[in-house]
């Protein structure tokens, strides 16, 4: 058998465990192809569903990262390895962190006294209660 035929059947062999596994359809001809479709909707790389195999990874995780990538389409591009790693949880941490805004710590308050800037954070006095407390500073870079 020649090295190209070996290489297709292996890729059909992934494809078609994939497909069972994750109860999908093939929608191509071509096993070879580097980008594959699936329920004439989901186009995922063969290396995406070589790792998908590889790693036993759940059912209907792929339509998650899927979903999340399509729908995040204004951020990174995240990975499925990265994905199923967590880094997707970091990033939305991040996104709910740096969509806050100083608020006192006790009741609540945002009528805040800006007081001074410390390594770990930004100092506040709260308008309300007077109560004066360290604001985390989000983090401007992770990974
Ligand atoms: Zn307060």
Redesign the pocket.
């Known amino acids: 058998m020649e090295l190209k035929d070996k290489y297709a059947q292996l890729c059909k062999e992934y494809i078609d465990a994939f497909c069972e596994k994750q109860d999908m359809v093939f929608s191509e001809e071509v096993y070879t192809d580097y980008y594959l479709v699936f329920n004439d909707f989901y186009i995922i790389d063969i290396e995406t569903v070589r790792y998908d195999i590889d790693n036993n990874i759940e059912k209907g995780v792929i339509k998650d990262w899927y979903n999340y990538n399509a729908s995040n389409f204004q951020n990174t591009y995240v990975n499925y390895n990265s994905y199923i790693m967590g880094v997707h949880k970091v990033n939305q941490e991040q996104k709910d962190e740096s969509e806050n805004t100083p608020y006192?710590t006790?009741?609540?308050?945002e009528d805040l006294i800006y007081i001074d800037q410390y390594a770990n954070g930004e100092y506040w006095k709260?308008k309300?209660?007077?109560?004066e407390f360290i604001y985390k500073i989000k983090k401007e870079e992770y990974l």
């Open positions: 006192c006790d009741c609540g308050n709260c309300n209660c007077e109560k």
